[in-house]
């Protein structure tokens, strides 16, 4: 049996949130690229500077 969960960081809710659409799309797009959420690297994306 295979259970998920789905675990969203506080510190996400903001940036996914952001009234700049271009913004919260970035991060979105750098979220979808990682196997483990780093917060760090959504704020880079977010910032729009290129992911490690």
Do not use: H, T
Not at 35 to 49: F, M, P, S, T
């Amino acid at each position: 049996m295979r259970l998920w969960w789905r675990i969203i960081p506080p510190a996400l809710i903001p940036r996914m949130g952001d009234p700049d659409a271009q913004k919260s799309n970035a991060v979105f797009q750098a979220m979808m690229k990682m196997d483990k959420i780093v917060i760090a690297e959504l704020n880079r994306g977010q910032e729009g500077r290129a992911l490690a």
